[in-house]
């Protein structure tokens, strides 16, 4: 998929060479591929209300910049992605964080926070790391007094139903960020920006400061592959939602005391141990041959030491032996040891 795509790329390339190769918007090409998958979800969207970035991070990182002076505040998810906490924190900004509750977003401390922030960072699709996905009833209520930027990097991994409608069509002002990292492949390092044209040429002035564009050949590559709606691959579908089963089965068979409730998309699980033991486990695991992400990387204040992210990118055999390995690392913790076994997969 990925090597017809590039020579299809290649044989685009020669027309693009009489340019200089530098665009800070990104190829028409792309912009009217990613202006294309919005429509085909229900959002009238042109090509000039998109920019092309080198990820989703890199988006972030430009709108964080383009958008916030230091000690702005900003709301988050609580839990969030790390790298967007990562982002604000070196903007200078002041976190404001709204806990998800088990139900997900409530819309009334929402509504609160948003009218002492500058800024929200909001992920409503299969949520990184709960997996939770905002309800159609929460997007038609929530208007938040801030400009919202709304990440959508895991909106086309729906695993039990359709993909979720744009946070877009309820708020018109919303930035949304995107990518097909996820969805394709993160070695193609493309992501991009919807927003009102005024915005995007605000980002465009501030962008050579990071960098001076995407490179074209991914670029039309990726333009490719949307267009051919790879990233909604329905094989690609069901070996994640096997996975995603297989974690959740091995949870149940070798750490029966973990609650991990099953994401309707996306590509993890947040997994919730009954004692605070996140750092401790995270730090002791490798001996036993399996990496984790500790559950307060996703949160600040020191929050959730009872969690752990477990992403189920992984076949289900070597899934299954690292949720063993990882119950053995557990044992031993609270046994006060450690232990050196071979290597295992990576969680």
Not at 283 to 295: C, L, Q, R
Request: proline share 8%; hydrophobic share 45%; charged share 20%.
């Amino acid at each position: 998929m990925l090597h017809a795509a590039f020579a299809t790329a290649l044989e685009q390339l020669p027309r693009h060479f009489e340019r200089h190769g530098y665009d800070r918007y990104g190829t028409a090409e792309l912009r009217g591929a990613v202006a294309d998958w919005y429509r085909r979800r229900g959002l009238p969207t042109a090509p000039d209300h998109i920019m092309i970035t080198n990820g989703a991070q890199h988006a972030l990182g430009l709108l964080a910049r383009t958008l916030l002076s230091p000690r702005d505040r900003v709301l988050i998810d609580h839990p969030t992605y790390p790298h967007a906490i990562r982002t604000f924190t070196e903007a200078r900004a002041r976190l404001l964080p709204v806990a998800l509750v088990s139900s997900g977003w409530d819309t009334a401390q929402l509504d609160a926070a948003a009218r002492a922030a500058q800024l929200a960072y909001l992920i409503p699709d299969f949520h990184n790391p709960t997996g939770m996905c905002m309800s159609p009833r929460v997007r038609r209520q929530l208007r938040l007094a801030c400009p919202t930027v709304i990440d959508e990097t895991m909106t086309d991994l729906a695993l039990d139903g359709p993909k979720p409608e744009p946070f877009a069509i309820h708020m018109p002002t919303a930035v949304s960020v995107g990518s097909v990292s996820k969805s394709i492949w993160g070695g193609l390092r493309i992501g991009w920006i919807r927003a009102v044209p005024s915005l995007l040429e605000r980002l465009a002035q501030a962008r050579p400061t990071m960098d001076l564009g995407t490179p074209v050949v991914e670029q039309l590559a990726t333009a490719v592959l949307l267009n051919e709606r790879q990233a909604e691959r329905s094989d690609a579908l069901r070996q994640l939602r096997s996975q995603r089963d297989a974690l959740s089965r091995a949870l149940t068979e070798y750490l029966p005391d973990v609650q991990a409730a099953l994401p309707a998309g996306g590509v993890t699980l947040w997994a919730a141990f009954p004692e605070p033991i996140s750092s401790r486990l995270a730090a002791i695991a490798p001996d036993y041959g399996v990496t984790i992400a500790a559950g307060p990387r996703f949160g600040i204040g020191g929050a959730f030491e009872r969690h752990i992210r477990l992403p189920y990118t992984l076949p289900s055999s070597q899934l299954a032996e690292a949720i063993r390995r990882l119950a053995q690392a557990q044992l031993a913790l609270t046994r006060g040891m450690t232990g050196t076994h071979t290597p295992a997969p990576v969680v």
